[in-house]
């Protein structure tokens, strides 16, 4: 009847994880990514990447940025969903600068509704997203290139209804023939 070397093995084990616990497991004999490193190409841990050397994926970005997608139906509606969380706080549902943050107190952009928001790019929209614009952050970091787009085309689309809405009542009432 020996219960005893199971139980010391149990303890032992216990005893040996608690030493290893206390080790600090963050200063282990390695180099971080930029500490100095004698004896390396630079003296440094990180290593220069080759000449010509293309982050993943860039490539496929700037192709997508200098070539907009077709404008299809489906685009247009991710455009009003991505309008609605990214642009409306502060631009408005329809465009008109009305937006909460807005009303709260953050300066009021322009009216997309202006002769001069009218007959800029496309272009300029994208690059305003991308890049920001005075007082207003770029979303280049946060918003997709695609989806950049289909929020220009919705954009596009604002404008031109509102167009229509407001030439649609400038129309004279058909007159009866002869009357
Ligand atoms: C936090 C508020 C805010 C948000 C969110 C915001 N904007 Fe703006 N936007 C502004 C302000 C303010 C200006 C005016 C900036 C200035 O003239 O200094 C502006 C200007 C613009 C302009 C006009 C640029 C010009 O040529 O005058 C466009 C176009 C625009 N924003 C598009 C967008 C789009 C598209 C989004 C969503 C991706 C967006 N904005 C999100 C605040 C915002």
Request: with cysteine.
């Amino acid at each position: 009847m020996s219960r005893g070397p199971p139980l010391m093995l149990v303890l032992t084990c216990a005893l040996a994880g608690i030493l290893v616990g206390c080790d600090d497991m963050s200063d282990q004999p390695k180099y971080e990514t930029y500490e100095d490193a004698p004896g390396f190409p630079q003296a440094q841990a990180a290593r220069q990447p080759p000449a010509g050397t293309v982050a993943r994926g860039a490539l496929e970005r700037e192709r997508a940025k200098r070539h907009p997608p077709e404008v299809t139906q489906a685009l247009l509606s991710r455009g009003q969903e991505r309008y609605e969380i990214f642009c409306a706080p502060c631009h408005g549902l329809a465009g008109d600068a009305d937006g909460m943050i807005v009303q709260r107190g953050f300066p009021a952009p322009p009216s997309y509704h202006t002769a001069r928001l009218r007959s800029v790019s496309d272009r300029h929209i994208f690059n305003v997203i991308s890049d920001g614009y005075g007082v207003m952050f770029p979303y280049g970091n946060r918003i997709a290139v695609r989806d950049r787009w289909s929020i220009v085309a919705y954009v596009r689309a604002l404008q031109r209804a509102r167009q229509m809405s407001a030439t649609a009542t400038v129309v004279p009432e058909a007159k009866e023939p002869g009357g």
